[in-house]
């Protein structure tokens, strides 16, 4: 939990800066971090919103989140643990719903995203940051597979049309998507899990002995006497919550 805090990639980065630029953020608004993890969306929205809740399924998570955001002198955030896939909160009660580099680990993220648009307030916005899978079988497959034998919580980076899909069939309204190159450096990334020495090696060369095709794509360095680094890409995605007209014929989802 004290890694998730402290890490470069969650800790900072444009995505961060963004998401809180995107928002429409303002001192009346109530807002949920869905799966807050060290607890830096809720950081960076705390001064801007009335109130944050910080949610998350760890105790132990949430108990390193709130005491980074406290430190930092905020002290409108509540702290609640719980599942992604079933809040435990009325309909309609948030603006805004921002879940940051987490849906990666949901078995069920159309469960998420129901929720979510359970929550939020009629024109309310989702705003979604992951890790995304690349379109093509062969490197979608190498990416969720390296994932999956550093981190088993890990379920699967979605593709960014499987996104568009999931959040326009719940009803949503896509404003946004935003993409980001991510830079990974392997002793940090392998550190944050605390992965053991002999898997760490196993991952390690079946990224240099992977197809060009795969090292190519995800620029994986492989000189000799260099620390190794590859390269993946994260969306912003900001998604709005339509107020239903009753009047209006449904479109079906299928």
Not at 10 to 25: C, F, N, T, W, Y
Not at 170 to 180: C, D, P, S
Not at 244 to 252: D, F, H, L, M
């Amino acid at each position: 939990a004290n890694l998730y805090v402290s890490s470069k990639i969650h800790a900072k980065g444009k995505d961060l800066e963004k998401i809180l630029e995107v928002s429409g953020a303002n001192e009346k608004h109530l807002l949920l971090d869905i799966a807050t993890g060290g607890g830096h969306v809720a950081n960076v929205f705390a001064p801007r919103v009335e109130k944050v809740v910080a949610y998350d399924l760890t105790s132990k998570m949430l108990a390193s989140a709130e005491k980074f955001i406290k430190n930092n002198g905020h002290t409108n955030v509540d702290f609640v643990q719980g599942d992604a896939e079933l809040l435990p909160f009325d309909d309609g009660t948030f603006d805004i719903v921002t879940c940051r580099i987490a849906a990666h680990h949901f078995p069920d993220v159309k469960a998420f995203i129901k929720e979510a648009y359970r929550v939020l307030k009629n024109n309310g916005a989702l705003l979604l940051i992951d890790n995304v899978a690349p379109e093509v079988k062969q490197l979608d497959e190498f990416y969720n597979t390296i994932e999956k034998k550093r981190d088993p919580s890990h379920y699967r980076a979605w593709k960014k049309t499987e996104w568009i899909a999931f959040v326009e069939k719940q009803g949503f309204k896509i404003e946004l998507m935003m993409i980001f190159d991510k830079v990974f450096d392997f002793e940090e990334w392998c550190a944050r899990m605390n992965v053991p020495e002999k898997k760490k090696e196993a991952l390690e060369d079946m990224m240099i002995n992977a197809d060009e095709v795969i090292k190519n794509h995800f620029n994986i360095s492989t000189e000799k006497d260099k620390e190794l680094h590859f390269k993946g890409e994260s969306i912003l995605l900001k998604a709005c919550k339509q107020e239903i007209n009753r009047n209006k014929e449904v479109i079906s989802n299928d």
